[in-house]
């Protein structure tokens, strides 16, 4: 069987090796070249870390509403990694710096920094490995902040308590574990690329690509910091460079993967809609005409028989017509008031109902509230026809109070209590109200007809 997620990721991986290569000779030829030391661009700095801060902390946000959407485990980490870092990068680095005057950090800021850098490195190496789905996703979320503030208070207190030596200086001198600790971050963003690497691999998710992406580049500028391990707020460092564009990537990625994952949803919605279509309507009918040619089967008397036949499947002709049109003008390839029109005009071809619509040209309905404004009026009206006795129904799209109503009223026999006692078919219309954010209102007197009413969602 062909692998259709194969070509995909082999021209990914070319694409990632090359990224590799070019990244490689880059770092070696300024080495070589004894350019790594980076300019002294003190207010330079600042920004870029602000600007680090802020990218990642939308990367945040967005991880979270794909958390909200899909529920993966995976997001929430990312999530919290971002969070860490961008808190992090303003609170120990660029508070610090705008507080004081420009110069080589304080031994506490700058072990706090580092140490938040290594907790969300950490994070982002464990996150692919994380296959999980969480079914309580807002609790899910409210823990994952209860994690930062602990965790970046831990970040805090046990930087106060680490005694090393000195940082790193302009004049040469430095901290190994300084050096020991950007090493360990390469380390992590290279797990972290070679996790995404294989998810990628695995299913095919083009959020997967983009951060395998990203780390690459996050790992090659802690490769920097590395070969050129200075803290001081003065200068800005070619891995500073290569951090920033990792968050742009990230930004990318994390954006086109919600996309994808709302367009995911809005599919399956979809799906589910026309199921219910075809189950409230044209399977009804179907199911009567396999009894009827059962009931044939077994020697029921012909006239009896094939008159309701012929009604069943008159109906069921009737049900697919109404249906292609529902279903038509919720895709946009009919305008809706016309489909709506063309099905009143069948409706009312026999003389037995008398339909008077008025559509306000200034409401518009969205694509879902379409199809579900389609289906309660089409219910409104069967009910008048069917049950109610009405000789007479109004229908109104307009608006009121500045919102957009929908009413069905009609001239029938009306009927006492409430829309829960009065048969499947208005239990339907509140659903389907209710599943675009509709509110939903009956008034019935018995021998005075009955009234419908749906207020939708604000605009």
Request: aromatic residues 6%.
């Amino acid at each position: 069987m062909h692998d259709t997620r194969a070509e995909p990721y082999r021209s990914w991986l070319v694409g990632e090796l090359v990224l590799v290569g070019v990244l490689g000779l880059a770092t070696v030829l300024l080495a070589a070249a004894g350019r790594l030391e980076g300019y002294a661009l003190p207010q330079a700095r600042t920004a870029l870390d602000t600007a680090v801060a802020v990218m990642a902390t939308i990367v945040a946000i967005l991880a979270a509403v794909r958390f909200l959407v899909e529920g993966r485990g995976m997001d929430v980490l990312l999530g919290v990694g971002f969070v860490i870092t961008g808190i992090g990068t303003v609170a120990f680095g660029v508070v610090p710096t705008l507080a004081g005057d420009a110069g080589p950090v304080g031994r506490h800021e700058a072990w706090a920094a580092i140490g938040a850098k290594v907790l969300a490195a950490l994070i982002f190496a464990f996150a692919p490995f994380v296959q999980r789905r969480i079914s309580g996703r807002k609790p899910a979320l409210a823990a994952a902040g209860l994690v930062v503030v602990g965790a970046l208070t831990a970040v805090w207190l046990a930087a106060g308590a680490i005694g090393l030596g000195p940082l790193i200086a302009r004049n040469g001198e430095s901290a190994a574990g300084v050096i020991l600790a950007y090493a360990l971050l390469a380390l992590l963003s290279m797990v972290a690329v070679i996790g995404f690497s294989l998810r990628f691999r695995r299913h095919g998710r083009d959020l997967d690509s983009w951060l395998a992406l990203a780390f690459t580049l996050i790992g090659f500028a802690n490769l920097h910091y590395v070969l050129t391990p200075d803290l001081s707020a003065n200068f800005v460092l070619h891995g500073d460079f290569l951090r920033l564009l990792a968050f742009g990537v990230l930004l990318v990625g994390v954006w086109r993967a919600i996309s994808q994952a709302e367009f995911g949803r809005a599919v399956a919605d979809e799906r589910a809609r026309v199921a219910r279509e075809i189950h409230d309507g044209l399977a009804q009918y179907l199911f009567a005409i396999s009894t009827q040619v059962s009931m044939l089967e077994v020697g029921a008397p012909l006239e009896e028989t094939l008159p309701r036949l012929k009604q069943a499947s008159i109906a069921a002709q009737q049900e697919a017509r109404f249906a292609v049109l529902a279903l038509s003008s919720a895709s946009g390839t009919s305008p809706f008031d016309a489909a709506l029109r063309r099905y009143v005009d069948f409706l009312v071809a026999d003389g037995e109902l008398d339909v008077e619509m008025e559509i306000d040209p200034a409401v518009t309905l969205a694509p879902d509230e379409q199809i579900e404004v389609f289906r309660i009026v089409q219910e409104g009206l069967a009910n008048a026809r069917r049950h109610a006795g009405a000789t007479r129904a109004d229908v109104l799209i307009g608006q009121r109070a500045g919102r957009r109503v929908v009413v069905v009223r009609d001239d029938g026999v009306g009927f006492d209590g409430d829309a829960e006692g009065a048969g499947q078919g208005l239990k339907n219309m509140r659903a389907r109200a209710a599943s675009i954010e509709g509110g939903f209102s009956l008034r019935s007197t018995p021998g005075r007809g009955t009234a419908i009413e749906v207020v939708l969602r604000a605009v």
